[in-house]
């Protein structure tokens, strides 16, 4: 599925998806300097590497920062399928997904069973 035809990207609170990271000059130091921008190239970010972290640490942060609306997206496709197959999802995910920029989604109203109004019939003896 094309991400812009992904309905769990749409409504969102963010910029539109998805981003990317371009490249740019680089700081005093040389290190390389990121614009993160959203589907339509409007800056969101400049990311550049902290001496305090390891490039490697500095790449998987931009990356996760860069796929954050399709990770949101994720998260609220398996709340939905959670909720049509009755799987109970912790409330504080839903409440996550919300933070985050994502849907404000109610979790399912906990269901009780019934008890049933007749019992079966016992197996016959041997």
């Not at 812009?4 to 998805?18: S, T, V």
């Not at 500095?58 to 609220?76: D, S, T």
């Not at 399928?81 to 919300?98: F, K, M």
Request: charged share 20%; proline share 12%.
């Amino acid at each position: 599925m094309h991400k812009a035809d992904n309905i769990f990207l749409q409504n969102h609170r963010h910029n539109p998806a998805p981003w990317q990271n371009k490249t740019v000059a680089g700081t005093r130091n040389g290190d390389p300097r990121y614009i993160l921008q959203d589907r339509d190239g409007v800056e969101i970010a400049v990311l550049h590497c902290n001496t305090s972290i390891t490039p490697k640490q500095f790449k998987h942060n931009r990356k996760l920062i860069e796929h954050a609306p399709e990770l949101l997206a994720a998260m609220v496709e398996l709340l939905y399928a959670a909720d049509t197959q009755g799987i109970r999802i912790e409330p504080s995910l839903y409440q996550l997904v919300a933070a985050a920029g994502g849907p404000e989604i109610e979790p399912p109203k906990p269901t009780t069973a019934t008890e049933p109004t007749q019992l079966p019939p016992e197996p016959p003896q041997r």
